[in-house]
């Protein structure tokens, strides 16, 4: 394991919100940001996600159902802020690929990366165009996609600053990113009044909480503008319950976002935020 900084304001001053089993979660004291110190090492992650995505062909369909709602709205979103033109799609932890497949259909080129090697099996028996890499491995070239997506990604990152700058790199210009994230802590905060224990934040797993003002923070500090977040769709899990709750929360937070004009965003449920690339050189 190794000690990190925040990485947003590189501050080394943080307070402790919880343990969940040996990994501790912190909340940066200058701008809030919550992540997991010390995280593991790039290599615990890489063979960690190797039995993290579903195997059986039902648990498979289920995750792809489960998404149907979101990736549609994605699409959505993406091809109003591009216009008519469609281009190249770059999808980063395309899992089974199944957004992928959406956006083919949509007229997109698009293809993917991701770290699970039987994902990517199951997406190539498919006949899409994936491979089991990183970003950083790959070594695209400058200006090479239009539109870059990642569905519950940059929360898993061990450097999403890191990772942000090389995808600001790859982008056209005025490229399009689609990210979509959890927001756990206020959910976390709320069970902690009622003493209620759990383990929401997932780690090792994710190691970044990201609220939309932080990620709106770290996105134009990787060189982003014209950030926009919204509900964005809501998930169908294939549990009674849990798709009930997933509608409830999902519809409530819609309908609060419409009224406030965009303004207010419910806390504690996933979120999907769209930016630009700034034509504006990053250090």
Request: proline share 4%; net charge positive; hydrophobic share 35%.
């Amino acid at each position: 394991m190794k000690q990190i900084k925040c990485h947003i304001c590189d501050s080394g001053r943080a307070c402790f919100l919880k343990k969940e089993g040996n990994w501790d979660i912190v909340q940066c004291e200058l701008c809030g940001l919550v992540y997991v110190n010390p995280q593991p090492e790039e290599d615990f992650l890489k063979e960690h996600y190797q039995s993290y995505l579903p195997e059986s062909q039902a648990d498979i369909d289920g995750w792809g159902s489960m998404m149907s709602g979101v990736f549609g709205q994605s699409l959505k979103m993406i091809n109003k802020a591009v216009g008519a033109s469609r281009g190249k799609l770059l999808d980063i932890g395309c899992a089974h690929g199944f957004f992928i497949e959406a956006a083919l259909n949509a007229g997109w080129e698009a293809s993917g990366i991701d770290l699970s090697k039987q994902a990517v099996q199951y997406a190539e028996d498919r006949g899409l165009e994936v491979s089991n890499s990183t970003l950083f491995e790959k070594k695209y070239k400058d200006n090479c996609f239009d539109v870059i997506t990642m569905f519950y990604v940059l929360e898993h990152l061990p450097d999403p600053g890191k990772y942000l700058k090389e995808i600001q790199r790859v982008l056209k210009p005025s490229g399009v990113l689609l990210v979509r994230v959890p927001h756990t802590t206020p959910i976390v905060k709320m069970l902690k009044m009622f003493n209620v224990s759990n383990t929401l934040y997932d780690v090792p797993s994710h190691l970044t909480d990201f609220s939309p003002q932080s990620l709106e923070h770290i996105l134009k500090k990787t060189g982003f503008n014209a950030i926009r977040t919204s509900i964005g769709g809501m998930t169908y899990p294939r549990s009674l319950s849990e798709r009930c709750i997933s509608c409830f929360f999902g519809t409530v937070g819609n309908i609060l976002h419409k009224i406030t004009f965009g303004k207010y965003l419910l806390p504690g449920i996933s979120k999907t935020t769209i930016a630009k690339k700034n034509e504006k050189k990053i250090s």
